[in-house]
């Protein structure tokens, strides 16, 4: 979301962050353009009014009637609206119009048009450029002018140099914070609510709370205890993460490209040896290829995306947050530092699911030696899990984690001969549960409500289980031996294949 005020001068010595333009402030995380129509959601990021109608009914669609909340594409916050009667098109209409950025866009449309001294139009119908700006009196002035006019008439009005700072404009129509509600002075904050006001919003909302304090004293606890500089410590450790994240996605990407590369020579290779007949099975497997190749280059592009924005939210966050500090406004920092916190909370979140979700991808093409079999083989989409490096400073310890019983299942189906001995779990990401009975040589699928919904029956007893990635399981076979792969649906369990099965397994 853009935000109000100043930004860093790019060439100030003290400055250590990166550095991002008024016009990379107000952008679109969706569309990269300049925000039209910007609509603010409780995560306090902003997007384009059109893009976030079109990215909640994606979002939504293919999901049930009565969904009734969206995530955040930048920060991934469950959201919901105000109305969730309504339709999700006009879901986007219903979150507050992003005023701070409106104003920003038109202030920096005005401070690229030239100023004049206004005395000057007035008295000598001349254009001569002004060079300070009374806000007292919304005047602009030359500096003769402001000697013979201003200054023996008026004293102690706040002048400023327009020459001094690109921003000057910005600054004068920014620096008064009042209520929405009642037009007063924003000088409070609640920590209780985790909102600003103004002493009637105080008064009338937070007269029973327990923690209410001035912006100035809260943004000096903040410093106090070192909370801002922890913060933006996280924040840019949870920026440096989602770059390496990309990067690596970007390298696996050009991996799956070698590999799809690798694959076509193979099949030009191999069409040589075979006759004008079987010139049409090429085409077929070709299409396997890149059919792959297409799907799994897609699954690392969403991937991708999901952390560029996050970047570029913590990236935008870090910037406005320093602004903030060196203009001593209390108020842009502690709305910072709130969307930080949930920017941050949003990065935990973001490579905990990547943890559980990447695996490297590989295409392989496998043929049969002998070419008088008359086929082109197999195309293969080998997917091994890959674990991201820890991250200290984002992951809880799992000694501060708690847990908990959710609930108790019961295993036993009809058709079981033997008391049931359960070898390997699998938990789905969507609450579902494979299992492995050794007694009686099946996988079984419970569903989320803690019904059997399938049983897959093998020519061994599983030992052991491992999820492959989110609709794959493998299951160790210690006699006869191998590992059986198997395929999982909804309600369905399917052998897909068969590893190594002269060799004997106990763990996978």
């Known amino acids: 979301m853009a935000e109000g005020g100043p930004h860093p001068d790019p060439h100030s010595e003290d400055s250590t962050l990166p550095k991002l333009s008024d016009s990379q402030l107000l952008k679109c995380p969706i569309c990269l353009e300049q925000l039209r129509q910007p609509k603010s959601l409780p995560c306090r990021h902003s997007l384009c009014e059109e893009c976030l109608s079109s990215y909640i009914v994606s979002e939504v669609s293919g999901t049930s009637d009565t969904a009734t909340s969206f995530i955040c594409p930048v920060c991934r916050t469950l959201t919901h609206p105000v109305d969730k009667t309504e339709d999700k098109d006009k879901w986007a209409q ?129 410093n106090s205890s070192s909370q801002l500089e922890e913060r933006k410590t996280y924040l840019q450790q949870g920026a440096d993460d989602m770059e390496s994240m990309i990067k690596d996605f970007y390298l696996r990407q050009q991996n799956i490209a070698d590999d799809k590369d690798a694959v076509l020579k193979s099949i030009d290779d191999l069409q040589e040896r075979m006759d004008k007949r079987i010139r049409e099975m090429k085409k077929e497997i070709t299409d396997d290829v890149i059919t792959a190749y297409k799907q799994e280059r897609e699954n690392l592009k969403v991937s991708t995306q999901k952390c560029e924005r996050l970047k570029v939210a913590i990236q935008n966050t870090l910037e406005s947050s320093a602004t903030a500090l060196q203009r001593n406004d209390h108020m842009d920092t502690i709305r910072l530092y709130q969307k930080g916190q949930t920017e941050l909370e949003a990065c935990k979140d973001l490579v905990k699911e990547m943890q559980m979700s990447i695996s490297t991808v590989s295409i392989e093409h496998e043929i049969d030696s002998d070419v008088t079999s008359l086929n082109f083989g197999k195309i293969f989409v080998r997917k091994q899990q890959k674990h991201l490096p820890s991250v200290p400073t984002l992951v809880k310890p799992l000694s501060q984690c708690n847990v908990k019983e959710i ?102």
């Open 94 to 222: 219903q979150f507050p119009t992003d005023t701070v950025a409106i104003e920003m866009i038109q202030l920096r449309n005005r401070t690229t048009e030239q100023h004049y001294c206004v005395p000057c139009q007035r008295r000598k119908g001349t254009l001569v450029p002004a060079q300070f700006w009374c806000k007292t009196t919304q005047s602009l002035f030359c500096e003769s002018c402001k000697v013979d006019l201003h200054d023996d008439i008026h004293v102690g009005c706040d002048i400023a140099d327009m020459n001094s700072s690109e921003n000057w404009q910005l600054r004068q129509n920014t620096s008064d914070k009042k209520c929405d509600k009642h037009k007063d002075e924003i000088a409070y904050y609640c920590e209780d609510h985790k909102s600003l006001g103004c002493s009637k919003c105080i008064i009338v909302g937070h007269r029973k709370c327990d923690n209410v304090s001035t912006t100035e004293d809260y943004c000096e606890k903040l």
């Open 407 to 508: 609930r108790k299942l019961n295993i036993i189906c009809p058709s079981d001969q033997f008391d049931c001995a359960l070898r390997g779990v699998v938990y789905l990401p969507d609450g579902r549960i494979v299992v492995g009975d050794r007694n009686n040589n099946n996988i079984k699928l419970i569903n989320d409500a803690g019904d059997v919904v399938d049983e897959l029956k093998l020519d061994g007893n599983p030992w052991d289980l491992c999820m492959v990635d989110n609709t794959t399981v493998a299951a160790a076979i210690p006699s006869p031996g191998g590992i059986r792969v198997v395929t999982v649906t909804p309600s369905k369990l399917t052998l897909s294949s068969v590893i190594n099965k002269k060799t004997r397994y106990y763990g996978t």
